[in-house]
């Protein structure tokens, strides 16, 4: 399973890339929000120029023609933007549209499999069910991904299932386990996935030793 980084964050970014263990971003107009003194196109290049793969960015507007135009602009910005849209009749519409054209898309804010179906149907590059909002709301947000992962390689279909609105360490496990093709995660989630106390606990100890062993030579 491959790991997208959740954030529109430049500094996380360049952080994250560092590690070697990134191989793409997502952001969304609420990450864009976040972040200030940069605009959308400058953020999107620059992460775009970061990361080697796909870096998702979504496009606001609520009919077909819309998005279909923002995602043609915002495509010419670089050759791994993945054009991000929310499941929706006009996005699937824009969605064919854009895979007949060759543009990579994300099919956003998806909470069934129903929709994961029709997403790779219209040409979807990839589909992000949000398991962490399903999950708030009482439903078992993995089982939504299970079941896409299972539909989709039952029928060879090459759409990759992004699991998203990852909130914990536990989420990306399960993700795997299920067999997400990926996993977007906030920096927050990257970081405590490094963390083990006992790997603090053995480093230390391994330089007390190393300290020990040199004094007595
Ligand atoms: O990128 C979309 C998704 O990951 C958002 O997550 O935490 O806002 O539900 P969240």
């Given at each position: 399973m491959r790991i997208f980084l959740d954030t529109a964050n430049i500094d996380e970014i360049k952080r994250a890339a560092r590690l070697g263990v990134i191989s793409g971003v997502t952001t969304n107009p609420t990450l864009m929000a976040?972040?200030?003194?940069?605009?959308f196109e400058e953020a999107v290049r620059e992460i775009c120029s970061i990361v080697d793969g796909p870096v998702s960015a979504e496009v606001t507007s609520l009919e077909a023609e819309g998005m279909i135009r923002e995602a043609m602009q915002i495509a010419t910005?670089?050759?791994n933007v993945a054009i991000k849209i929310p499941i929706t009749e006009t996005g699937l519409q824009a969605t064919k549209k854009l895979s007949q054209e060759g543009v990579k898309t994300n099919l956003t804010l998806c909470f069934s499999a129903n929709q994961a179906l029709l997403a790779a149907l219209a040409g979807a590059t990839f589909v992000s069910p949000f398991v962490g909002r399903l999950d708030d709301v009482g439903h078992d947000g993995m089982e939504v991904v299970a079941d896409i992962v299972d539909i989709y390689s039952r029928y060879g279909i090459e759409t990759r299932v992004i699991a998203a609105s990852i909130r914990h360490p536990l989420h990306v496990i399960a993700a795997a386990k299920v067999g997400a093709h990926i996993a977007t995660v906030p920096y927050k989630v990257l970081l405590q996935m490094i963390q083990h106390p006992l790997t603090d606990v053995g480093v230390k100890k391994f330089l007390e030793d190393w300290a020990r062993f040199n004094e007595r030579r």
């Open positions: 976040k972040e200030t003194g940069i605009g910005w670089a050759p």
